[in-house]
C-alpha cells in the first residue's frame, strides 16, 4: 500500500532539508541554511500527522524521525552556530563550542526514544525549538543589521550555546503542545503560550522566534511550579 510509505517519505524530506541546508552553511549563506531548517520543521510536522492521519504508525518510521530530526536540528543548527561564530572568533579553536550543539541533541534525542515520561510533557527542551532558536540568528542579522552586534557576539552566542546544550537534556518539564481537551482547565499555560507567540510574531517578525523559546521556557517553569503547588495542597 503507497499511502504506510507517506510518512516516511516526509521525514525523507526532512533529511534532505537538512543535509542541503549544511551545505548552504558551508557556501556561507546561513538564512538559506535557516530557510531549509523551517523546511525541515514543516516536514518534521507533517510526518507525525500523516502516520496518526493513516494509522500507519511504525518502529521504523520512530527511528527514522529520530535520524532525521539529528540532521536537521542537530547538525545544522550547530553548523550554523559554528558559522556565526566564525566571524569574530577570539580564537581559531572557539567556534568549535558550536559542536555542543548536535552532541546534546544526539543525547536528547537517544533520551526521548527511551523516556516513557515525555507522553504529555517535555523532558529537556526539544530539539526543533533550540534549532530554530539557532536558524532565526542569521536571519535576524539580515533583516535588522541593528542587531548584527548582538548575534556575532561570540562570547554571547557561546554562552547561549552552552546553556541550551544543557537544556537539551536537563530533567525541566516542559509544555507539549497535546491537547486531550479544548477546554481552559489544565491548558492554560499552552493557551497562554500560543497567545504571546502570536503576538510576538504580529509585533515583531522573525526576532520574535528567540523570544517565543524564551517563554516557552518560563512559561513552563512557571507551569511546573503551580503544579508542584497544588499537589502540595491536595
Not at 518510521?61 to 577570539?90: N, T
Not at 550555546?161 to 486531550?180: G, N, Q, R
Not at 500560543?194 to 528567540?210: M, Q, T, Y
Request: aromatic share 12%.
Amino acid at each position: 500500500m503507497i499511502k504506510k510509505h507517506i510518512p516516511n517519505a516526509l521525514t525523507t524530506g526532512n533529511v534532505l532539508s537538512g543535509t542541503v541546508g549544511i551545505i548552504f552553511c558551508f557556501q556561507g549563506d546561513l538564512v538559506m541554511a535557516a530557510a531549509l531548517m523551517l523546511l525541515g520543521a514543516i516536514f518534521d510536522f507533517f510526518d507525525g500527522f500523516a502516520a496518526r492521519l493513516l494509522k500507519v504508525a511504525s518502529p521504523i518510521g520512530k527511528e527514522l524521525d529520530s535520524l532525521a530530526d539529528m540532521v536537521s536540528f542537530g547538525v545544522l543548527p550547530g553548523m550554523i552556530a559554528y558559522h556565526l561564530l566564525l566571524k569574530e572568533a577570539p580564537h581559531p579553536y572557539f567556534p568549535y563550542v558550536a559542536l555542543l550543539i548536535p552532541a546534546f541533541s544526539a543525547l536528547r534525542l537517544a533520551k526521548f526514544n527511551v523516556d516513557t515520561r515525555q507522553s504529555d510533557r517535555f523532558i529537556g527542551v526539544p530539539t526543533p525549538a533550540n534549532a530554530l532558536l539557532f536558524g532565526s540568528l542569521p536571519v535576524i542579522a539580515e533583516v535588522n543589521p541593528a542587531y548584527a552586534p548582538l548575534v556575532y557576539n561570540p562570547w554571547l552566542l557561546a554562552g547561549v550555546a552552552i546553556v541550551m546544550s544543557f537544556l537539551l537534556v536537563s530533567e525541566l518539564p516542559l509544555i507539549a503542545m497535546k491537547f486531550k481537551t479544548f477546554g481552559w482547565k489544565k491548558n492554560e499555560f499552552r493557551f497562554v503560550l500560543l497567545g504571546l507567540s502570536c503576538v510576538f510574531i504580529v509585533l515583531f517578525k522573525v526576532l520574535a522566534i528567540p523570544m517565543i523559546v524564551i517563554t516557552y521556557i518560563l512559561l513552563s517553569i512557571m507551569e511546573t511550579i503551580v503544579h508542584k503547588d497544588s499537589k502540595e495542597k491536595q
